[in-house]
């Protein structure tokens, strides 16, 4: 009789999984790769020879430069200030003895289509839309004010759709404090803002870091979210790609923004990785965190 | 008991909950009140209405999208659910680079943002001149369902004691039957969630499904892009208030299931 060493199972098992993901996900990332090397075909697509020329296009066109400035920054002020809007929230609802009522508050709105919540932002923004409606009606304006299409207008919708992403890590992570560390801190003479800072936000900075991993990587990726409340002035990295894709058909070039993207993408999650000190593995725990509580709010 | 005095009054965090609450309920508060509303633009009151409902039900494009939008849901949440399970279970008990570059391979689809999927899909099917359509969606649906689903059963799968699967082998079981016979019973409350995931995964994508879509494929997200584009008509509003009393009365069951589950 064969006895059984070897703990687990044979790989065997997890073989059309990594197939399929290896087929449909990784062979297209690198075909992007090599795209972007390559020179434009006249009517889309791309050819031989091998060229840097997309690259040298990209990084001498200055609109390039600024579309990467803005996604940049639309990104970086969106989450700050989800972070700053999470952080009372979810302490409020981790001391709260309504917990699970409130994390279900908060996750609601989520089970609404993410372009229909779109949609409602413009509603409000739009020039016959709640805000004008109310300012005129109360005799303070006399023509519509224009908050849409405005890079602002994409930070207000990003904040909207991220926040339950910065919510649960934090929320999760205060949940697990223990208050008797705040209490032995004022103990020994911290007044109580102190005792937050130095002791509080540090025993939930794995939190902090998840949430911001969890708003800002989506956020870079925006695509519908200035597509439709962004117009010109708010045009992210991805309308970038896409118009590149589908208006100029250039396929090179679309790839080698792509390319630029991907790096930038991987940077943050490194800069992450480094930060917070740990490796991949527990970048899994930090999933894990993130989607426990949506499993535990369906049990 | 003076953990009162430790969390302290919570005034601010209060103030910001309410401000938070607001904030993420005004837009869908506005588009369930206007989904009423007799003006056909503008937010002004002008009567109460449903005949943007019945407008609703009688468009063709959008029942159309709904059909489809559903058999892809439920066709690539099946298929990645039996993928994706299968992965972790085969995956979980490895160790070293495989583990690795394992954890990878899975999670990269669901950091790496969804516009880079969406293109390199369809530049690599179009390089393979394979005609876009529901086939290309659901393969992509079926790409991303798969990493979540694994992550989900495999966070589950660290909760599993594994002198159960020794004790089952002791007793001669094969390892298809440790599987089928032990596993899977046991983690199936996750399987479940893993499977609902990617249902509304699926149902609520667009960046992907609008990239890897040919003529004449559409789904619910890509009807609802395009009424918007197009020129706003009240029929959205009624639109997204039945889908929000869908997808509460089908969370609600899912919570039910779950329960008689345990």
Redesign the interface.
Known sequence: MKVILKKGFNVFYSLPGFLWLFVFFIIPTLIIVVFSFLTPGLYGGAEMPFTLSSYARIFSSSGFWNILWRTIYISAISTILCLGLALPVSYFIATSKHKNFLLNLVIIPFWTNFLLRIFGWMVILGSNGLINSLLFNLGIIENPLNLLYKPWSVVIVIIYMYLPYMIFPIYSSIEKFNFNLLEAAMDLGATRSKAFWKVLIPAIKGGIAAGILLVFIPALGSYAIPQLVGGTEGAMLGNLIARELMVSRNWPSSSAISVVFLIITTFGLFVYLRINNRKVKNLKYVLRETYDIEGKENE | M??Q????K?R??????I???V??????A??VI?SFNDAR????WNGFTLKWYSELFKNGDIWKAFWSTAWIAFTSAAIATV??T?????????KGK?K?I???????????????????????F??LKFPLGYPTIL??H??FC??YV???V??RL?DFD?SIIEAA?DLGAK?MQ??LKVIIPSVF??II?AF??SV?LS??D??ITF?VTGPGATT??LQ??SM??MG?SPI?NA??TI??VL??FV?FL??KF??FI?
Do not use: C, H
């Open positions: 003076n953990s005095k430790i969390i302290g919570r601010f965090s209060l103030l910001m909950t401000f938070g609450f904030f993420l309920y005004l837009p869908i506005i588009l206007m633009q503008g937010v002004a993928i994706g299968f992965t972790a279970i085969g995956f979980y008990w490895r495989f690795r394992g954890s990878i391979t899975i999670l990269s689809p669901l950091i790496f943002p969804d516009i880079l999927m969406g293109i390199s899909l369809l530049i690599f179009i390089a393969i992509a079926i790409t798969i990493s694994a992550i989900v495999n966070s660290e594994y082998r390892n440790v599987i409350p996750a969630a609902l995931l509304t149902v609520d667009f960046v990239f619910l997200p609802i892009y918007i584009k706003v959205i639109l997204s889908l929000l997808t509460l969370s899912g919570v779950q329960k345990f």
